[in-house]
Protein backbone atom coordinates (compact mmCIF):
# COMPACT_ATOMS: atom_id res chain seq x y z
CA UNK A 1 0.00 0.00 0.00
CA UNK A 2 0.96 3.70 -0.49
CA UNK A 3 0.34 6.21 1.55
CA UNK A 4 1.61 10.08 2.27
CA UNK A 5 2.08 12.18 5.40
CA UNK A 6 1.75 16.10 5.00
CA UNK A 7 3.55 17.04 8.73
CA UNK A 8 1.90 20.19 9.34
CA UNK A 9 -1.79 20.68 8.84
CA UNK A 10 -0.99 24.66 8.97
CA UNK A 11 2.32 27.10 7.65
CA UNK A 12 2.32 30.54 8.79
CA UNK A 13 5.05 32.69 7.79
CA UNK A 14 5.63 35.89 6.79
CA UNK A 15 6.29 37.53 3.21
CA UNK A 16 10.16 37.49 2.15
CA UNK A 17 10.61 34.36 3.83
CA UNK A 18 11.95 31.10 3.06
CA UNK A 19 9.01 28.39 2.82
CA UNK A 20 8.85 24.59 4.01
CA UNK A 21 6.06 22.11 3.72
CA UNK A 22 7.07 19.27 4.33
CA UNK A 23 5.95 15.56 3.23
CA UNK A 24 6.57 11.69 3.54
CA UNK A 25 5.56 8.89 1.90
CA UNK A 26 5.23 5.08 1.85
CA UNK A 27 5.71 2.67 -0.81
CA UNK A 28 6.91 -0.14 -1.14
CA UNK A 29 7.48 0.62 -5.19
CA UNK A 30 9.37 3.44 -7.23
CA UNK A 31 6.99 5.95 -6.43
CA UNK A 32 6.10 9.08 -8.80
CA UNK A 33 5.52 12.29 -6.28
CA UNK A 34 3.65 15.48 -7.12
CA UNK A 35 2.94 18.45 -5.21
CA UNK A 36 -0.39 20.14 -5.80
CA UNK A 37 -1.64 23.52 -4.72
CA UNK A 38 -5.12 24.60 -3.90
CA UNK A 39 -6.38 28.39 -4.18
CA UNK A 40 -10.18 28.74 -2.36
CA UNK A 41 -12.90 27.48 -4.53
CA UNK A 42 -10.75 26.20 -6.96
CA UNK A 43 -9.94 22.86 -8.11
CA UNK A 44 -6.28 21.70 -7.64
CA UNK A 45 -3.33 22.19 -9.75
CA UNK A 46 -0.02 20.85 -10.38
CA UNK A 47 2.94 22.52 -8.99
CA UNK A 48 5.67 20.09 -9.82
CA UNK A 49 6.07 16.53 -10.30
CA UNK A 50 9.00 13.72 -9.57
CA UNK A 51 9.13 10.88 -11.78
CA UNK A 52 12.48 8.89 -11.74
CA UNK A 53 14.23 11.50 -13.11
CA UNK A 54 16.28 14.05 -11.62
CA UNK A 55 16.08 14.50 -8.06
CA UNK A 56 15.65 17.90 -7.48
CA UNK A 57 12.16 19.15 -9.24
CA UNK A 58 11.44 23.01 -10.01
CA UNK A 59 7.95 24.03 -10.67
CA UNK A 60 6.03 27.01 -11.61
CA UNK A 61 6.12 29.88 -9.46
CA UNK A 62 9.67 29.37 -8.02
CA UNK A 63 8.65 26.42 -5.82
CA UNK A 64 10.70 23.58 -6.08
CA UNK A 65 10.99 20.16 -4.32
CA UNK A 66 14.25 17.76 -3.32
CA UNK A 67 13.17 13.51 -3.38
CA UNK A 68 15.02 12.12 -0.79
CA UNK A 69 14.46 8.16 -1.39
CA UNK A 70 16.99 7.44 2.09
CA UNK A 71 14.28 9.77 3.98
CA UNK A 72 10.84 8.72 2.36
CA UNK A 73 10.20 12.65 1.89
CA UNK A 74 9.59 14.83 -0.92
CA UNK A 75 9.56 18.38 0.87
CA UNK A 76 8.22 21.41 -0.82
CA UNK A 77 10.14 24.49 -0.62
CA UNK A 78 10.21 28.49 -2.05
CA UNK A 79 13.37 30.80 -1.08
CA UNK A 80 10.29 33.87 -0.79
CA UNK A 81 7.34 33.42 -0.09
CA UNK A 82 4.26 35.89 -2.07
CA UNK A 83 1.44 36.94 -0.99
CA UNK A 84 -0.43 34.85 -3.55
CA UNK A 85 1.16 31.89 -2.29
CA UNK A 86 -1.70 31.85 0.07
CA UNK A 87 -2.83 28.45 -0.41
CA UNK A 88 -3.16 24.78 0.58
CA UNK A 89 -0.99 22.27 -0.79
CA UNK A 90 -0.92 18.15 -1.12
CA UNK A 91 1.34 16.04 -2.04
CA UNK A 92 0.52 13.24 -3.69
CA UNK A 93 2.01 9.52 -4.62
CA UNK A 94 1.41 7.55 -7.51
CA UNK A 95 3.29 3.63 -7.96
CA UNK A 96 4.03 3.33 -10.80
CA UNK A 97 2.83 -0.29 -11.14
CA UNK A 98 -0.50 0.84 -9.68
CA UNK A 99 -1.83 2.05 -12.35
CA UNK A 100 -4.25 5.04 -12.14
CA UNK A 101 -4.01 5.18 -7.67
CA UNK A 102 -2.98 8.83 -6.56
CA UNK A 103 -2.96 8.66 -3.02
CA UNK A 104 -3.25 12.15 -1.36
CA UNK A 105 -2.10 13.61 1.55
CA UNK A 106 -3.81 15.50 3.90
CA UNK A 107 -3.33 18.86 2.83
CA UNK A 108 -0.94 21.77 4.18
CA UNK A 109 -2.44 25.58 4.49
CA UNK A 110 -0.18 28.26 3.83
CA UNK A 111 -0.50 31.88 5.26
CA UNK A 112 1.92 34.43 4.73
CA UNK A 113 1.61 37.31 6.30
CA UNK A 114 2.54 40.98 5.35
CA UNK B 1 -10.75 26.03 -23.20
CA UNK B 2 -12.93 24.84 -20.61
CA UNK B 3 -10.79 22.12 -19.48
CA UNK B 4 -13.01 20.13 -16.86
CA UNK B 5 -16.71 20.99 -15.96
CA UNK B 6 -18.70 20.13 -13.10
CA UNK B 7 -22.31 21.00 -12.78
CA UNK B 8 -24.06 21.95 -9.97
CA UNK B 9 -21.17 23.48 -8.28
CA UNK B 10 -23.53 24.07 -5.11
CA UNK B 11 -26.44 21.36 -4.12
CA UNK B 12 -28.09 21.23 -0.51
CA UNK B 13 -30.12 17.56 -0.33
CA UNK B 14 -32.34 15.86 2.37
CA UNK B 15 -31.15 12.79 3.88
CA UNK B 16 -32.46 10.25 1.32
CA UNK B 17 -32.61 12.21 -1.50
CA UNK B 18 -30.82 10.93 -4.94
CA UNK B 19 -28.78 13.52 -7.41
CA UNK B 20 -26.18 13.53 -10.19
CA UNK B 21 -22.90 15.13 -10.47
CA UNK B 22 -22.02 15.84 -13.46
CA UNK B 23 -18.57 15.74 -15.47
CA UNK B 24 -17.61 16.75 -18.77
CA UNK B 25 -13.71 17.44 -20.21
CA UNK B 26 -12.95 18.88 -23.71
CA UNK B 27 -9.50 17.60 -23.52
CA UNK B 28 -9.79 14.44 -24.65
CA UNK B 29 -8.32 12.63 -22.16
CA UNK B 30 -8.54 8.99 -21.21
CA UNK B 31 -9.11 8.76 -17.64
CA UNK B 32 -11.65 10.24 -15.13
CA UNK B 33 -11.86 10.45 -11.73
CA UNK B 34 -13.86 11.34 -8.88
CA UNK B 35 -12.66 12.45 -5.65
CA UNK B 36 -14.33 13.98 -2.57
CA UNK B 37 -12.35 16.26 -0.40
CA UNK B 38 -12.83 16.48 3.50
CA UNK B 39 -10.99 18.56 5.92
CA UNK B 40 -7.70 17.29 6.96
CA UNK B 41 -7.80 14.16 4.75
CA UNK B 42 -7.10 15.07 1.60
CA UNK B 43 -8.51 13.84 -1.39
CA UNK B 44 -9.44 10.82 -0.92
CA UNK B 45 -10.70 8.57 -4.92
CA UNK B 46 -14.40 7.41 -5.38
CA UNK B 47 -14.51 5.70 -8.84
CA UNK B 48 -12.52 5.95 -11.69
CA UNK B 49 -12.41 5.30 -15.29
CA UNK B 50 -8.98 4.23 -17.04
CA UNK B 51 -10.70 4.55 -20.22
CA UNK B 52 -14.05 4.48 -22.19
CA UNK B 53 -16.25 1.63 -20.88
CA UNK B 54 -14.81 0.95 -17.82
CA UNK B 55 -14.99 2.37 -14.51
CA UNK B 56 -13.32 0.71 -11.11
CA UNK B 57 -13.69 1.06 -7.63
CA UNK B 58 -11.33 3.92 -5.81
CA UNK B 59 -10.99 3.84 -1.79
CA UNK B 60 -14.24 4.92 -1.03
CA UNK B 61 -16.60 3.73 -3.13
CA UNK B 62 -19.84 2.68 -1.07
CA UNK B 63 -22.90 4.94 -1.45
CA UNK B 64 -22.08 6.12 -5.16
CA UNK B 65 -22.55 4.92 -8.39
CA UNK B 66 -20.67 6.14 -12.05
CA UNK B 67 -21.42 6.32 -15.10
CA UNK B 68 -18.76 6.88 -18.02
CA UNK B 69 -21.42 7.81 -20.62
CA UNK B 70 -18.95 8.86 -23.53
CA UNK B 71 -14.77 9.93 -23.47
CA UNK B 72 -16.07 13.52 -22.43
CA UNK B 73 -18.23 12.56 -19.08
CA UNK B 74 -18.08 10.66 -16.42
CA UNK B 75 -21.10 11.04 -13.82
CA UNK B 76 -21.31 10.56 -10.07
CA UNK B 77 -24.70 9.31 -8.23
CA UNK B 78 -25.96 9.24 -5.13
CA UNK B 79 -28.91 6.85 -4.61
CA UNK B 80 -29.65 7.61 -1.23
CA UNK B 81 -28.25 10.79 0.54
CA UNK B 82 -26.38 10.57 3.57
CA UNK B 83 -25.22 13.20 6.13
CA UNK B 84 -21.91 11.29 5.80
CA UNK B 85 -21.80 12.49 2.04
CA UNK B 86 -21.39 15.96 2.95
CA UNK B 87 -18.14 17.07 1.13
CA UNK B 88 -16.43 18.84 -1.75
CA UNK B 89 -16.75 16.64 -4.95
CA UNK B 90 -13.32 16.98 -7.25
CA UNK B 91 -13.93 15.58 -11.16
CA UNK B 92 -10.68 15.43 -12.45
CA UNK B 93 -8.90 13.64 -16.19
CA UNK B 94 -5.88 12.20 -17.03
CA UNK B 95 -4.12 12.10 -20.81
CA UNK B 96 -3.12 8.70 -21.94
CA UNK B 97 0.15 7.55 -20.41
CA UNK B 98 1.46 6.14 -17.15
CA UNK B 99 -0.03 7.63 -13.76
CA UNK B 100 4.10 8.76 -12.93
CA UNK B 101 4.41 10.48 -16.55
CA UNK B 102 0.94 12.66 -16.35
CA UNK B 103 -0.85 15.16 -14.00
CA UNK B 104 -4.47 14.97 -12.70
CA UNK B 105 -6.73 18.11 -14.32
CA UNK B 106 -8.95 18.97 -12.27
CA UNK B 107 -12.82 20.68 -12.16
CA UNK B 108 -13.19 23.49 -9.76
CA UNK B 109 -15.37 21.53 -7.95
CA UNK B 110 -19.31 20.63 -6.30
CA UNK B 111 -20.18 21.52 -2.77
CA UNK B 112 -22.69 19.13 -1.68
CA UNK B 113 -24.63 19.49 1.34
CA UNK B 114 -26.25 16.90 2.71
CA UNK B 115 -28.97 17.75 5.87
Known amino acids: AQSVTQLDSHVSVSEGTPVLLRCNYSSSYSPSLFWYVQHPNKGLQLLLKYTSAATLVKGINGFEAEFKKSETSFHLTKPSAHMSDAAEYFCAVSLNNAGNMLTFGGGTRLMVKP | NAGVTQTPKFQVLKTGQSMTLQCAQD?????MYWYRQDPGMGLRLIYY???????DKGEVPNGYNVSRLNKREFSLRLESAAPSQTSVYFC??????????????FGEGSRLTVL
Open chain 2, 49 to 55: SASEGTT
Open chain 2, 92 to 105: ASRPRGGMGTGELF
Open chain 2, 27 to 31: MNHNS
